[in-house]
């Protein structure tokens, strides 16, 4: 089996890319008011997520314990896999990484635990970059630099209706989650230094999700192979509750970029964001994570 590489749920990978690669997603848990769920079909889910947001009941997400994920490795461990690779959303908004260099020290699998500064697909793809290393025979430090490099490389982009979840959850600062409101403007925002943070204000909706969708190519464009290396760009568009608007966007990228990169371009995928994520933007957000492959 060689090197296995997991991620975490919010990366919000479509579930058949994930498993066409070879990637194990762990679960965060998520507290529906009185209920403590970890993610999955039989637990916390974006439906029953959103029915607790429509329903005014408290959210919140919790990081997976370190003894869930040594339960997980010692798995992998079991079914051939020499080492592990662990590439987990920004350890500025979340404990994950830090629940996985806990687990680390408690086995004697070699795993190597990569903080990717990044928040939702972006995470994704550079846990991609790991597992198409891994494919290729490489050993446990180089699929490790393959995700620290496609992280490094990465842009997240994000529209939100509103600024409160990521403000109530901490993820943001009241100041921002202010400006938000003003004069009904729609936020968009990126990743930096590993936190969330406003990127520009936008009057409608409408212009907003234009927007987003001029700054993914962008960001595209910019990422696509220089060097010769042969790399390819990949886009995964995440939602939570607004499928078509994804679908949609996901599509009219996929349509530009192909004509704009030809070979290197590495496709676009569309997924429903977990409930971990959600619990943060809200329904009607999409996010867009770009990395080269």
């Known amino acids: 089996m060689g090197v296995a590489v997991v991620t975490d749920s919010t990366a919000s990978l479509p579930a058949g ?4 690669h070879g990637l194990t997603v762990v679960g965060l848990d998520v507290v529906l008011g009185d209920e403590r769920l970890e993610e999955g079909p039989d637990g ?33 461990a079991a079914a051939g896999a020499d080492a592990v690779v662990a590439v987990h959303l920004s350890g500025e908004v979340s404990g994950t990484v830090e629940s996985a260099r806990l687990a680390a020290r408690r086995l004697d699998l070699p795993v ?3 903080d990717s500064r990044q928040v939702g697909p972006a995470t994704g793809l550079a846990a991609l970059a790991a597992a198409d290393a891994a494919a290729g025979g ?29 403000r109530r959850g901490g993820r943001i600062g009241p100041a921002a989650a202010l400006l938000g409101g003003a004069l009904a403007v ?15 204000r ?12 001029e700054l993914a190519v962008e960001a595209a464009l910019g990422a696509r192979d220089t060097d010769g290396s042969g790399e390819r760009v990949r886009v995964v568009v995440g939602h939570l509750a607004t499928p078509e608007r994804a679908v949609a966007l996901r599509d009219r990228l996929d349509e530009r970029l192909s004509a704009a990169l030809g070979d290197a371009w590495g ?9 971990a994520l959600g619990a943060h933007t809200g329904p009607g957000m999409l996010a867009v994570g770009v990395a080269p492959a």
């Open 112 to 114: 190597e635990v990569v």
């Open 202 to 213: 936008v009057r409608t909706a409408s212009r907003a999700l234009a927007r987003l969708e």
């Open 267 to 275: 496709g676009a995928w569309e997924s429903e964001v977990t409930a």
């Open 186 to 200: 729609k936020p968009l925002l990126t990743v930096t230094d590993g936190r969330v943070a406003p990127l520009e």
């Open 44 to 76: 916390a889910t974006p439906a029953r997520l959103v029915a607790a947001l429509e329903a005014r009941r408290q959210v919140s997400t919790s990081r997976p314990s370190p003894e869930r994920l040594v339960a997980l490795w010692e798995g992998l």
């Open 17 to 20: 890319l994930a498993v066409e």
């Open 138 to 166: 490489a050993g446990l430090q180089d699929c490790a630099e393959a995700a620290r490099r496609c992280a490094a490389r990465a842009t997240t982009l994000c529209y939100v209706d509103t600024l409160e979840h990521l």
